[in-house]
C-alpha cells in the first residue's frame, strides 16, 4: 500500500492536449512559416517548454518561450480538469493521504496554467521544472518530492501520462501508474493502470466514494 501519490499535472489533472500544442502550432508559424500538423508535434506533452522548442530547432528558445506562454492564454478556455479529479483530490486531502505534484511547468507556467483551478492547495508539495537541474525523464523532480516528503521510493507511485512520466518514475525506483484517461498509448510499462480516477482510492486503502 502507497503512502504517498505523486501527480503529474498535463493529462493527468487537467486535459491541456489542445491548448500546448494549438498555442505551439502558432508560434511555429509566425516563428517559422510552417503549418506543423499536431500529431508531429505530440512530443512536447510532458517535457519542459525550452526542452521542446530546442528540439524543433528554435534559436532563441527563450523569447519564443514567453510567446508560446502568451498564445497557450488564448486556449484557456479548452482546459479543463479531467472528470471526477476534482473531487478525487479533495478527498485524499481531507484523509490526510500525503499527495505531491512534480510537472514539467515551471513556476509561472503552474501559476497560470493550474492555480485558476483551485486545486494547488490540496496538495503537500510541490516541484517544478525550475526546481531542479534536470527533468523528466530524469528521475531527479522524482526524487527531489521524495525528499521533501521524507518518504522511500517505495511508499510512492507516480501517477502520469507519457513515457517520459514512465521513465522518470522508473528511474526513480517509483511505482508508475499509467492515467489512461489522458494517455495517449495505453500500453506503456505501468504498475497499475487507471481507467477511472476513483480507482486512485484503492491503491491507498480508501473505500471508493
Not at 127 to 146: M, Q, R
Not at 184 to 201: G, V
Amino acid at each position: 500500500m502507497y503512502k504517498y501519490l505523486i501527480f503529474d499535472i498535463d493529462g493527468t489533472i487537467i486535459d491541456t492536449e489542445k491548448a500546448v500544442i494549438g498555442s505551439l502550432q502558432r508560434l511555429l508559424k509566425v516563428e517559422t512559416g510552417i503549418d506543423y500538423p499536431s500529431n508531429e508535434l505530440s512530443f512536447v506533452l510532458g517535457i519542459p517548454g525550452l526542452d521542446a522548442l530546442k528540439q524543433l530547432n528554435i534559436a532563441d528558445t527563450e523569447k519564443a518561450c514567453d510567446k508560446w506562454n502568451e498564445y497557450l492564454k488564448e486556449f484557456y478556455n479548452s482546459i479543463r480538469v479531467f472528470p471526477d479529479l476534482e473531487e478525487i483530490i479533495k478527498h485524499l486531502h481531507h484523509l490526510k493521504i500525503k499527495t505531491g505534484i512534480v510537472t514539467s511547468k515551471t513556476k509561472q507556467e503552474l501559476i497560470d496554467d493550474f492555480y485558476p483551478f483551485g486545486l494547488h492547495d490540496y496538495f503537500d508539495y510541490i516541484v517544478c521544472a525550475d526546481d531542479t537541474t534536470k527533468h523528466k525523464p530524469d528521475p531527479e523532480p522524482i526524487l527531489k518530492c521524495l525528499k521533501m516528503a521524507k518518504l522511500s521510493p517505495a511508499e510512492a507511485i507516480y501517477i502520469g501520462d507519457t513515457s517520459y512520466d514512465m521513465q522518470s518514475a522508473h528511474n526513480a525506483s517509483v511505482d508508475f501508474a499509467l492515467a489512461l484517461w489522458g494517455a495517449k498509448d495505453p500500453n506503456l510499462n505501468a504498475k497499475i493502470k487507471l481507467s477511472h480516477p476513483r480507482e486512485l482510492l484503492d491503491i491507498v486503502g480508501i473505500p471508493t466514494i
